[in-house]
């Protein structure tokens, strides 16, 4: 069912430094990227979304680079903080039908 | 609202024990998904509903497993005999079908099957 590679596995960061992280996808037919915030103990949020007619959206910290050549999208954290410490996912989506595939996962921890 | 309710939170078992997690989407929402968390394979869909019905089972790992949506508001996922392999962090999450609309998910269940 795998169809969204995502890594690092893992990453450690210096607080103030840039963290990021790769997806890859092989299906044409999604058309919508999220990525989801999941703190220890609790369920995954969503952090930031993407749809593929723009190549970059930028919320805060937060942005999503994607290119649709390449079948690929990232997330960059500026300034990661302390607090951006979680384990992150992208996903994607067809719009067809409400599914979400996730890739596998990222744990982030920003130290200080 | 509450969110997405999820019960029991924990649950440990026996091997070959029936076990039961359920689920209470958020009112109003269209769409209910049972995931499967662990290390090794993230996120993994397991089945979703629309309007109650079941669309998609392709992620049941077997027959062992089964889900269910009498009503707008509840969903089960049975696991009957359970096996060790099936330890894991279960999720329900909901959405609003239409436009492109996050995904609210329930806190998990832990299970463990020793």
């Known amino acids: 069912q795998q169809q969204v590679k995502q890594s690092p596995q893992s990453l450690i960061v210096q607080k103030g430094g840039i963290s990021i992280i790769n997806c890859a996808y092989e299906n044409t037919a999604f058309d919508y990227f999220p990525w989801y915030q999941q703190f220890p103990g609790k369920g995954p949020a969503l952090l930031i979304a993407i749809r593929p007619d723009v190549s970059e959206k930028k919320e805060g910290r937060f942005t999503i680079s994607f290119n649709k050549s390449a079948k690929q999208f990232s997330l960059h954290i500026m300034d990661s903080q302390p607090g951006d410490s979680a384990t992150y996912f992208c996903?994607?989506?067809?719009?067809?039908?409400?599914?979400?595939?996730f890739g596998t996962g990222t744990r982030l921890q920003v130290f200080p | 609202d509450a969110g997405v309710i999820q019960s029991p939170r924990h649950e440990v078992t026996e091997m070959g024990q029936e076990v039961t997690l359920r689920c209470k989407p958020i009112?109003?929402?269209?769409?209910l998904f049972w995931y499967r968390q662990t290390m090794m394979r993230g996120l993994e869909l397991l089945i979703y509903f629309n309007n109650n019905v079941p669309i998609d089972d392709s992620g049941m790992p077997e027959d062992r497993f089964s889900a269910k949506m009498p009503n707008a508001s509840f969903s089960t996922l049975k696991i009957q005999p359970s096996e060790p392999r099936d330890s894991a962090v279960y999720f329900c999450?909901?959405?609003?079908?239409?436009?492109?609309?996050?995904?609210?998910f329930g806190q998990g269940t832990r299970l463990t099957v020793v």
């Open positions: 996903a994607a989506g067809n719009g067809d039908t409400d599914k979400l595939i």
């Open positions: 009112s109003g929402h269209n769409s």
């Open positions: 999450a909901s959405t609003a079908t239409g436009e492109w609309t996050e995904a609210f």
